[in-house]
């Protein structure tokens, strides 16, 4: 069965740098969100949308974009990176964004801040 | 505000033994969804198990098995007869029925030596 695809899977960038991250979701989900996992640390919800449009907003830094496209796509934008930006990111996506749906995960993109 | 709190950060354990995970969670909704998720140590994020809070009833899915008692808000998840393969971080999770954001607690490292 076709899964959630992160890309890339990898990125090293500098500071002040930008960083962009894609997220595919399982085909039919119309839901996709990013969580932010700092090393040692759970999951912290980012952003969500939902058709297209923005459905909830978590501790994400006003550097941080992102946007969901015609296809279902997403993609995370992240400018002006810090070290403290260095971090593992998860998509995630689910059909419709109510709690009795389970959110499938992407394998994470570990974005490391030199 | 919801808050989920696995008081374990690390559990070492032998192969064969059996491990049980505590996880406790605060939250003033009625209607509400717990979720445990496995992260081995290639990152990705596998999700286990979902329970609503109208169903009480215990599950047992192999080797898994999960105690959830509305009465202490716990959702405890249990490892029978260990392996190695099960060493990796478990997250317990909250999220409410409107809605899909998770609320994760800082997870629990399990390490099975052989």
């Known amino acids: 069965a076709a899964g959630v695809i992160q890309s890339p899977r990898h990125l090293i960038k500098e500071k002040r740098e930008t960083a962009t991250l894609k997220c595919y979701p399982i085909p039919r989900h119309d839901t996709v969100y990013w969580y932010q996992q700092g090393p040692g640390q759970d999951p912290q919800f980012l952003i969500s949308f939902y058709e297209k449009m923005q459905s909830d907003k978590g501790s994400i830094p006003d550097r941080f974009s992102a946007q969901q496209f015609s296809d279902y796509h997403s993609e995370l934008n992240m400018s002006s990176l810090e070290l403290g930006d260095s971090a593992l990111y998860f998509c995630?996506?689910?059909?419709?964004?109510?709690?009795?749906?389970?959110?499938?995960f992407g394998a994470g993109s570990r974005l490391t801040v030199l | 505000a919801q808050k989920v709190t696995q008081a374990q950060t690390e559990i070492s354990v032998v192969e064969k033994e059996d491990v049980t995970l505590d996880c406790v969670y605060e939250t003033r909704d009625t209607t509400y969804y717990l979720f445990w998720y496995k992260q081995p140590p290639s990152g990705e994020l596998v999700f286990l198990i979902r329970?609503?809070?109208?169903?009480?009833q215990n599950e047992i899915s192999g080797r898994y098995s999960w105690n959830f008692q509305k009465s202490t808000s716990s959702f405890n998840f249990t490892i029978t007869a260990s392996q190695v393969v099960d060493s990796a971080v478990y997250f317990c999770?909250?999220?409410?029925?409107?809605?899909?954001?998770?609320?994760f607690g800082g997870g629990t490292r399990v390490l099975v030596k052989p």
């Open positions: 995630a996506s689910s059909f419709e964004p109510s709690g009795a749906n389970v959110l499938t």
């Open positions: 329970r609503n809070s109208f169903d009480e």
């Open positions: 999770a909250l999220v409410q029925a409107a809605g899909n954001k998770l609320t």
